[in-house]
Nanobody
């Protein structure tokens, strides 16, 4: 099973910025769609953003729209999440996700088949 590997989490102050990266463990893995979810303590995993591999169509949760940007590098087979104007409520473990074929938009985490281990993002007030 292909794993996704996230990097870039950390601690940042309110209003700050942070960038996350994600790449599949198998270099030959080609997803149809890749995205980011997050899970705060005691809460369910929630959708953040996704991007299609062909066409680069993006979709965002309302809570992050205008503050977060998802992008990809086809040559490197990587997806990124640029987060700005961070708030304490953005604190969570962020997970990279991918799938081979999903109709968009798709915000239900149960429909995604490939996941990373998660990276912690903490926003201090």
């Amino acid at each position: 099973q292909v794993q996704l590997v996230e990097s870039g989490g950390g601690l940042v102050q309110t209003g700050g910025s942070l960038s996350l990266s994600c790449a599949p463990s198998a270099r030959t893995f080609r997803a149809n769609i890749m995205g980011w979810f997050r899970q705060a303590p005691g809460k369910e995993r929630e959708f953040v953003a996704h991007i299609t591999w062909t066409g680069s169509s993006t979709y965002y949760a309302d809570s992050v729209k205008g503050r977060f940007t998802i992008s990809k590098d086809n040559a490197k087979n990587m997806v990124y999440l640029q987060m700005s104007s961070l708030k304490p409520e953005d604190t969570a473990v962020y997970y990279c996700a991918a799938d081979l074929g999903l109709p968009v938009p798709v915000i239900d985490a149960r429909r995604w088949n490939y996941w990373g281990q998660g990276t912690q993002v903490t926003v201090s007030s």
